[in-house]
């Protein structure tokens, strides 16, 4: 008999565990609705992958913007690019007890973990320019990654034709903007150019520079450049400056000021520009209407466009 009701508690206690761990749309009372609360009321949460990338700075100051204009409180968080600390940071914000957190995670994979401690503690979870593979998510707010790789292939064909040897500059592995970016880029390039090299530079312009040089070493005769991002496409600028090939075409990724100045310079020869502030606040305004009791949809486009040098 003891044993029965031994295991009848265990059972209740596994139930109760699992309860936990049900995932949900957000803040709610216990009905099930969102507890409804203005913008000047709100404690707004923000990790930001690095603030070490301009594009990043602009998607945070687009979300500081708004949110003066509404007497917001933010507490805006730097991963630095390191995984664990952005977790360590998510962790701290919900400790602090904050509304809502937006989140621009420095790896999908890897920020899985924290979006569903996020979701336990009842705190819903905007994703910024990269998405997380798990967990529930009120939104992502990001460009058509697929799109813009797309666009920098048809831009790389127009200008050196088809069957031009080209080199793929890669994001972080497992970001899903990397991913994705790739994807369109290759979705028409693998058809219509030769990629004799494909590399990850992490997003990073002084990692752009080092990469590029050891693909030079083997690839002289290259026509064209894709950089998953701006950094590192002014790092493959400088390689190629280095090496006497200013003539390769080189393609960015974002329109952060330095990829569009170097644009306006004719350095870089395009760039698929999004619009960070604007991602910023369109993040945030999501999260307003969500605590407005008006339905957000599963992802928010941000604008693009390919600016060219003329």
Known sequence: MKKLLLSVAMMGLFLSGCGAATVNDGASDDSGETDKKAASELKVGVSISTLNNPFFVSVKDGINDLAKENDTKTIVSDAQND????????????????DVILVNPVDSSAIEPAVQAANEANIPVIALDRSSDGGKVLTLVASDNVK?????????????GEGAKVVQLEGIPGAS????????????????????????????RAKGLTVMENILQSNSDIKAVFAQNDEMALGAIEALKAADQSDVLVVGFDGNEDGIKAVEAGTLSATVAQQPTEMGKLALQAAYDHFAGKDVSDQVDSPLELKEAE
Do not use: P, W
Request: charged letters at 35%.
């Open 83 to 98: 995984t664990s600390k952005q977790s360590n940071d998510m962790d701290d914000l919900i400790q602090q007890d904050v």
């Open 177 to 204: 903007a990397t991913r994705e970016r790739g994807k369109g880029f290759e979705n028409i390039a693998k058809k219509d150019l030769d990629i004799v090299e494909s590399q990850s530079a992490d997003f990073d």
């Open 148 to 160: 813009g790789g797309e666009m920098a292939a048809d831009f790389i064909i127009d200008k050196v």
